[in-house]
């Protein structure tokens, strides 16, 4: 009798770790290309938007209406578009977790076009959006999209798309390990040999290309960090615990924020309209919490803030992140989230440093844990 694709594909299971692995590397450097294009743009366009508010403040006056129409109209493209096409809005890790399970079919090519286009015009514009979860999004349909080219079977596609998604966000942060490790635990949750190999080889592979056009250094980039003394790791588990209670307002804020919208009435098309607008009058009071807040961060290593300053800003980034993310656009929470965690590790670092008797020398410290 004849044997199926499937049985012949089980019983060459080395030769099928080995090509899996030598498809992961290929994922890789197609997924590190793409995103470092994603990356430039997002960069490009929120250059464009720091840009743009320094000459309306400069003196440019009178364009300011135009910028706010402009904004209307992004927020209803994107209303328009999130509707045509909901598997583009929100992060697109859920929508990743579908098509890994064959509970939703997808156009890969429009996924992967489409998530570039509207979260650059979205985070571009100021949303307190990250491109974390978006890189995901953006491997595992390229993945798809490989496998589909290829003429894969559903099995090997599932492994392919893990490796997709592992080597958008070792891409998207320089990270390979993370990406690797994210992608198994949150994706595929199921661990193995074949699966182990093949996404950090992916991973691997995208950072190698990262790191090609952006250089070794890491996203957030501390020079000065210095072993934590063993006395000092007290003041650690306070920090934990009360980031993990944070944590636990944050979820339950995120699906306040969707609740908010669903339960307004508010047409979906119109719903993006109003974190579009917000963004616009925080670019003239508050600029450093729009976008995704990287440059944020790596100021803290540079500039002393003082506590209320610190107060507002992490405040409001947490805030303005939830009324974004509840509006149903395209981004991810991913960078917003270490972005709030890094102000809120500054100013428990401040706390310490000045009344608990630690060494403002490992203020940074806190900052990255």
């Not at 890994?100 to 429009?110: E, Q, S, V």
């Not at 994706?187 to 995208?206: D, Q």
Request: net charge positive; with cysteine; hydrophobic share 50%.
């Amino acid at each position: 009798m004849r044997r199926s694709k499937t049985s012949h594909l089980l019983e060459n299971w080395l030769s099928l770790r080995f090509r899996l692995f030598l498809e992961g590397i290929l994922i890789g450097l197609l997924t590190g290309l793409v995103v470092v294009f994603y990356r430039l743009l997002l960069m490009k366009s929120e250059y464009l938007r720091s840009k743009l508010y320094s000459l309306m403040q400069s003196g440019l006056t009178w364009t300011i209406p135009f910028w706010f129409l402009a904004l209307i109209l992004m927020g209803l493209l994107l209303g328009w578009i999130t509707r045509k096409e909901p598997l583009l809005g929100g992060s697109g890790i859920p929508q990743v977790k579908g098509i890994l399970w064959g509970r939703i079919k997808a156009n890969w090519p429009t996924l992967l076009i489409g998530k570039i286009f509207t979260t650059v015009l979205a985070i571009g514009s100021g949303l307190s959006l990250g491109r974390g979860a978006p890189s995901i999004q953006i491997g595992a349909s390229l993945a798809q999209g490989t496998s589909r080219l290829l003429g894969r079977l559903r099995i090997e596609e599932k492994y392919l798309i893990t490796c997709g998604a592992s080597a958008g966000l070792a891409a998207a942060f320089n990270a390979p390990l993370a990406g690797a490790i994210f992608a198994i635990e949150e994706m595929h949750k199921n661990l193995s040999p074949i699966l182990m190999s093949s996404a950090i080889a992916a991973s691997l592979a995208a950072d190698l290309v990262s790191q090609h056009f952006f250089s070794q250094q890491p996203i957030f980039f501390f020079p000065d960090i210095s072993t934590l003394p063993l006395e000092y790791y007290p003041y650690l588990l306070l920090l934990g615990i009360f980031m993990g209670l944070l944590g636990v307002l944050f979820n339950r804020g995120l699906q306040k924020s969707l609740d908010f919208y669903h339960k307004s009435g508010i047409n979906p098309v119109f719903r993006p309209v109003l974190p579009f607008i917000a963004a616009g009058i925080l670019g003239f009071f508050l600029p450093q919490i729009l976008g995704g807040g990287e440059n944020l961060v790596n100021e803290l290593g540079t500039v002393d803030f003082l506590l209320p300053a610190l107060l507002i800003l992490a405040g409001g980034k947490f805030i303005f992140t939830l009324f974004c993310y509840g509006s149903g656009v395209p981004g991810g929470i991913f960078l917003p989230m270490l972005v709030t965690g890094a102000l809120l590790g500054n100013i428990f670092g401040l706390l310490f440093t000045s009344y608990a008797a630690v060494d403002p020398h490992y203020l940074h410290n806190f900052i990255v844990y």
